[in-house]
């Protein structure tokens, strides 16, 4: 079973409700008084944050999201991931997801590093039996050693993106999914992450990873899809495609 | 294979399909949350944990206040009211031990979702599960508090006997009503940031109109007042088994009345805004 991610005429529209229209009141008053009181409480500004997206992801392809902020990025990462059901367009999915877009999702400070592991799995749709099954193989990875028995809260930045980076490989996610992630750790655990990302895709599973270093792009990913104002503006190779953005890019 | 398809757009006469089709995810996502027990039962466990976590009575905490509280006010309200202590005070105890639980529902079911904004904007769990997580923490607590009553028992020498067993389906009555209606209320909470305040206001009113700190018997003639109090039936169906006696079929009558009017929104505002929460919070 090979994973799969396609996107078919996606849209995704964020009305923003001015605290105006956030109170039921004013919501009330405005219909009872047909318009004439409170005419500012139902302003509504749509964003448009996706436009007709289409993308169609394979086993094996490992994805560069690049733009400018505010193109997109976050919100197709978050329909990949279910998050927002589109307003338009169909999402077809195959494999396990696992979003990393917060290095602190599911964290509970005061518990223990193995607490935690468990926590996180149990986040990800794991049994326990399964999650003590690869325990070791995380323990490991992770060489936090026995600060896996103390309180996350003692923990450094780093050591925080090695227990969760670990947690998040280690259950053999079919589609992975990165946003913009602080890459706090050091050379040695930033090889071996790579190196982990690299095995795990080879493995007829997807990246999709949003950043704004078009260094750890090119390093992580074989393609590219360039978004601009919430829609596609290219995809292709990485190598055209990071070209043809730093062209524009440089130029302004 | 997921098959995710848009929530809107669709021209009139595919309404009905998309109406199945969203009850359909609905149902999908109570049943989907309930597979995952073991996330919502660590969640909530957690959620107690760290509330007395480094503090000295620990979970112990809530049930002080609560037994002080009864204590007090039993003792003030018998002698204001002309009551005999050994009746009013067991009375008055289990009243707020159910209050405590039902109103909890209410006042703690605007922050389902606009409380668990970084779950749900970052990964795809069943909404369910929030809500699943949420009545097991009170459910914690309440068996915290409970500990009161079996000491009040203790000490007024009271045994309510083989009916007092009727206070488990009782208890499962209000945990289902209470969970649906949080539902509903975590969801219109999303959209609309002053429903909290306006159920907490609500709340305060119905303790006060419900027999908790009054016997139904001094109401000499209004009985209406009780009568009409879907509270009051809830709040009946386990105090009454707790202190010996039965609940009226009124009472089940009533609750069960309740039940069907709870299922009913519950399902109609989460199967059309169930896609919505996430853009709300």
């Known amino acids: ?43 509504r500004i749509v964003v448009e944050a996706l436009r007709n997206v289409s993308l169609s992801l ?22 990949m991931a279910g998050v927002y059901e589109p307003f338009a367009g169909n999402v077809i999915s195959r494999g396990r997801i696992s979003p ?102 080879e493995q007829a599973n997807i990246l999709v990873l949003a950043s704004h270093s078009l260094e750890i792009c090119r390093q992580w990913c074989s393609k590219a899809v360039w978004m601009e104002r919430g829609e596609i503006k290219m995809q292709g190779v990485i190598e055209t495609v990071l070209a043809a953005y730093s062209e524009e890019v440089g130029a302004t | 294979m997921i098959q995710r398809n848009s929530i809107e757009g669709n021209p009139s006469n595919e309404q009905i ?3 199945r089709r969203r009850r359909a995810s609905a149902w999908t996502d109570i049943v989907e949350g309930i597979a995952l027990w073991r996330l919502w039962f660590r969640l909530g466990w957690n959620d107690i944990l760290q509330r007395y976590r480094r503090s000295v009575l620990g979970p112990f905490w809530l049930t002080a206040s609560m037994a002080i509280m009864v204590v007090t006010l039993g003792v003030l309200y018998a002698e204001l009211f002309n009551q005999p202590i050994d009746d009013f005070l067991p009375f008055l105890c289990v009243g707020l031990l159910v209050w405590t639980l039902i109103a909890g529902y209410l006042t703690e079911g605007g922050t389902l979702f606009t409380g668990s904004e970084s779950y749900i904007k970052q990964i795809r769990l069943p ?67 002053d429903i909290p305040q306006l159920i907490a206001s609500i709340v305060q009113i119905i303790f006060f ?48 009345f309740l039940t069907l009017i709870n299922v009913a929104i519950a399902s109609a505002f989460f199967s059309r805004f169930r896609s919505r929460i996430a853009y709300w919070v």
């Open chain 2, 209 to 256: 109109l419900t027999p908790i700190f009054w016997k139904p018997e001094s109401l000499r003639g209004h009985a209406y007042i009780t009568d009409f109090n879907p509270f009051f039936h809830l709040l009946e169906i386990v105090r009454a088994p707790l202190l010996g006696n039965l609940p009226s079929a009124a009472n089940y009558f009533v609750v069960l």
């Open chain 1, 58 to 79: 394979k086993a094996g392809d490992r994805v560069a999201l690049i733009g400018s902020n505010g193109a997109g990025k976050t919100t197709l990462l978050r329909v």
């Open chain 2, 127 to 193: 909404f369910s599960i929030y809500v699943y997580r949420s009545s097991w923490a009170k459910l914690i607590v309440f068996a915290h508090n409970f500990v009161i009553y079996i000491g009040v028992l203790i000490y007024f020498q009271i045994w309510p006997g083989a009916v007092s067993l009727l206070a488990v389906p009782g208890l499962m009555l209000i945990v289902l009503n209470g969970t649906i209606a949080s539902l509903t209320i975590g969801i219109v909470s999303a959209r609309f940031r």
């Open chain 1, 100 to 201: 990393m877009f917060d290095i602190s999702l599911g964290i509970d400070s005061e518990i223990s590093g193995y607490d935690n592991i468990r926590l996180r799995g149990l986040i990800l749709g794991l049994t326990p039996s399964e999650i003590e099954e690869r325990m070791p193989d995380i323990v490991e990875f992770t060489e936090l050693g026995d600060y896996l028995d103390i309180p996350v809260r003692t923990y450094s930045s780093g050591m925080m993106t090695r227990l969760t980076f670990a947690v998040a490989t280690c259950f053999s996610p079919e589609i992975l999914l990165m946003d913009e992630w602080i890459m706090a750790g050091d050379a040695g655990f930033m090889a071996k992450a790579q190196h982990r990302v690299q095995s795990f895709v």
């Open chain 2, 17 to 19: 399909e998309l109406g």
């Open chain 1, 1 to 43: 079973m090979e994973a799969e991610l396609t996107l078919q005429n996606v849209s995704v529209s964020f009305p923003i409700y001015q605290s105006g229209s956030r109170s039921l009141k004013k919501r009330l008053l405005f219909r009872g008084t047909g318009g004439h009181l409170a005419t500012d409480a139902n302003h």
